[in-house]
């Protein structure tokens, strides 16, 4: 069993900054690619940010510059740090996890957490 939780979401203002934090646990071989994915009210979810074993990552053109994905591969958790807070950021943030479940496996199982709400508004 597999486990992916977020936190750090919240209130915040325009222009402010908030971290976004997701931890994996459970049993596994390894993690590849890791991503940040947001829904706002009546919009499909879309992906924000990834980031893959090896480091690149990749970014929603509405949030290069402003947010930067970043991994502690020692602690299995990747973060999203959004600067410059916009209302139009406000949304459900999960957390993708693609999961390689044993050493032999050969493919990666996809798992998500339950979410964390950012709103962004004065």
């Known amino acids: 069993q597999v486990q992916v939780v977020e936190s750090g979401g919240g209130l915040v203002q325009p222009g402010g900054s908030l971290r976004l934090s997701c931890a994996t646990s459970g049993r596994f071989f390894s993690i590849n690619a890791m991503g940040w994915y947001r829904q706002a009210p009546g919009k499909q979810r879309e992906l924000v940010a990834s980031s893959t074993s090896g480091g690149n990552t990749n970014y929603v053109d509405s949030v290069k510059g402003r947010f930067t994905i970043y991994r502690d591969n020692a602690k299995k958790m990747v973060y999203l740090q959004m600067n410059s807070l916009k209302p139009e950021d406000t949304a459900v943030y999960y957390c993708?996890?693609?999961?390689?479940?044993?050493?032999?496996?050969?493919?990666?199982?996809?798992?998500w957490g339950q979410g964390t709400q950012v709103t962004v508004s004065s």
């Open positions: 993708n996890a693609g999961v390689k479940l044993y050493y032999n496996s050969n493919y990666y199982s996809t798992y």
